[in-house]
């Protein structure tokens, strides 16, 4: 496990050294990566550890970005505190549908059910509400400067979304190795059982929704003032959903490096064939290529790469 | 409040219902026999809905004869969706199998983003203008002969599954997996059936929509979500509870549009969901839950 963290480590240099040698495209692309695996890390906490599957991760990520950039809008508050807020309000979301889905023992296809459409309806409101924007979305002012998570550039964006994912990546190891993260398994593994040696399992699993949607919101903050526009089509929509859990599936649910793994498989083809199948006028194209990986994987993987990858390394980390 | 007004809406949203309840029956039929939650449902409606708009546009058959037609091929489709992926899959956990079924949603979707593109289309259908008057309140002839004719397959399926070989095959294996095995069903063939059986329900709806609203390719997750919240209404695999869901629904995000834009009347149908599924969520006539 020494030399495991060792080779974390010198990755971890590596990549803090990477922006000086990349071009502003390749930054880009590790930008997604890392975003990417964040919020996949983040739903991971929530149906890797508990096997609660939510399809609605977009909408925690639309509110993390429209009240950061609505309260930057109105009030001039920077988004590190707007980030904040809306983490606070995506949790009271989160915990409410939670409560909606756990309290009544609604479990497996009962919770996707809520979740896909509280996403849903959360879309809807954002396509209708004057003061966020309808469906033309938002347009953040460009005024670069640390307070106002604006820069000229991709390296500083780079640096903030790998500490975003390395803080996730620290935040689901404590979780996993501490007793909080055992009982999530055990729920996951059999929830009656768990229940009946005395682990509160309501408390439990509200724990890990709100966790997941308050970090998930800290990603649609971050997202949002890169892109600068946010627009329900784009934060809220199902595909950004599909987009958050394709990744944790390819690498392996319930893992702590199963998103980022998953994240650097496909992240890059993903965006390539996207923008390829775009410029000769195919757009809908990769969506149907991850529909079927979706459904490869499940056939062929049902564990993710996470399995092979560690059986593979296993004689070098002993 | 114009009294005549809240009429004339929940008529309309009454008819609507009718074709409600015949995508709901769609995807409680699938739940109730094999568990699985279809959650291509909405994304196969607009599938079969371009398809009768194309067979408008083409051969110049209107949606009230190409829903036959709608219905078959779709037949075809969740026959093989069934063979190909579902038969598969229900051994797997509950989670995995919400998985594969949302990869279909996505090809579904996007296939047809890709044949159609991603503008509104509305063809001019017969009738499409004509309507009664009934005192204060009028009545669009198409919605009219929509709603009768998607009542009237709901009850053709209801009855097909009663009195049929197959139908009664179907509820056997809804029943009693392992039993209808030991008796010799061939079960994943009935699976595949009723799939198709399900789809079906759905193709015949998308087409009969055409003459009601714009098609787009993009608006089949909300329709999923629709049937979704009909059939926790009505009762998770309950067929009856489906027909009398889609009713309630259908009048209820119609009447929700007197104090709402009429894009956000699911909010209407959303809340109820939310209501039912803290106060019963066995649904209306759900006994199995």
Not at chain 1, 126 to 145: N, V, W, Y
Not at chain 2, 218 to 242: D, E, N, Y
Request: net charge positive; aromatic share 12%.
């Amino acid at each position: 496990m020494k030399r495991f963290y060792l080779f974390m480590g010198i990755i971890l240099a590596l990549l803090l050294c990477l922006p000086h040698v990349l071009s502003n495209y390749a930054m880009e692309i590790f930008i997604l990566i890392f975003y990417y695996a964040y919020l996949g890390q983040c739903w991971n906490i929530l149906t890797g550890y508990t096997g609660n599957i939510s399809l609605g991760h977009s909408l925690y990520v639309g509110i993390g970005a429209y009240t950061a950039t609505r309260l930057a809008m109105a009030f001039g508050l920077s988004p590190w505190l707007g980030m904040l807020a809306g983490g606070l309000l995506a949790t009271g979301v989160g915990a409410f549908i939670g409560f909606l889905g756990f309290r009544f023992g609604l479990r497996g296809v009962y919770f996707v059910l809520i979740t896909i459409s509280f996403g849903e309806i959360g879309r809807l409101i954002a396509l209708h509400m004057k003061s966020l924007g309808s469906f033309e979305g938002l347009f953040i002012d460009f005024t670069p400067g640390f307070w106002n998570m604006q820069f000229k550039g991709n390296a500083p964006y780079y640096y903030i979304a790998l500490g975003l994912l390395v803080f996730s990546l620290l935040v689901v190891r404590a979780l996993e190795v501490s007793k909080w993260g055992r009982y999530l398994v055990a729920i996951r593994e059999d929830e009656d059982a768990a229940e009946s040696i005395g682990v509160n399992t309501l408390k439990y699993k509200m724990l890990a929704i709100s966790l997941s949607s308050f970090m998930t919101a800290l990603g649609g903050t971050f997202d949002a003032n890169r892109i600068f526009h946010l627009s329900p089509d784009r934060v809220m929509s199902m595909g950004m959903s599909v987009e958050i859990i394709l990744r944790p599936i390819i690498g392996g649910m319930g893992t702590v490096l199963g998103p980022v793994v998953g994240s650097f498989l496909i992240t890059f083809p993903a965006e390539w064939t996207r923008a390829y199948l775009t410029e000769v006028g195919r757009p809908g194209l990769h969506m149907v290529i991850y529909g079927f990986v979706l459904i490869f994987v499940v056939f062929f993987f049902p564990k993710g790469v996470m399995p092979f990858l560690t059986r593979l390394l296993k004689p070098f980390f002993k | 409040m114009d009294p005549y007004l809240v009429l004339q809406l929940a008529l309309q949203g009454f008819l609507m219902g009718g074709v409600y309840s015949l995508i709901a029956l769609g995807l409680s039929l699938i739940f109730g026999v094999m568990r699985v939650i279809n959650f291509a449902h909405g994304e196969m409606m607009v599938f079969a809905m371009f398809i009768s708009i194309t067979l408008l546009q083409w051969l110049g058959i209107d949606p009230f004869f190409s829903f036959v037609m709608c219905a078959v091929f779709m037949f075809g489709v969740g026959y093989a969706v069934q063979m190909v992926f579902v038969n598969r899959i229900l051994v797997l956990k509950e989670a995995m199998q919400v998985l594969v079924l949302v990869g279909l949603a996505i090809i579904f979707e996007n296939t047809t983003l890709m044949i159609w593109g991603g503008s509104d289309l509305s063809p001019k259908t017969s009738l499409a203008l004509a309507s009664i008057r009934l005192g204060p309140v009028s009545i669009d002839v198409a919605r009219l002969v929509v709603f009768i004719l998607s009542i009237l397959i709901t009850l053709l399926v209801l009855l097909f599954l009663r009195k049929t070989d197959i139908g009664k095959s179907i509820r056997a294996a809804a029943d009693n997996r392992l039993g209808a095995l030991i008796v010799g069903t061939p079960i994943n063939r009935v699976y595949a059936i009723c799939f198709g059986i399900g789809s079906a329900c759905v193709g015949a709806a998308g087409a009969l929509l055409v003459p009601l609203m714009p098609a787009k390719a993009t608006m089949g997750a909300p329709f999923t979500v629709v049937s979704f919240v009909i059939v926790i209404l009505g009762g998770m695999g309950s067929l009856s509870g489906a027909l009398i869901g889609g009713l309630i629904i259908g009048v209820a995000e119609s009447l929700g549009t007197v104090f709402l834009p009429s894009s956000m009347k699911q909010v209407v149908s959303f809340s109820i969901m939310v209501i039912i599924l803290l106060f019963k969520p066995q649904g209306l006539f759900g006994g199995k839950g």
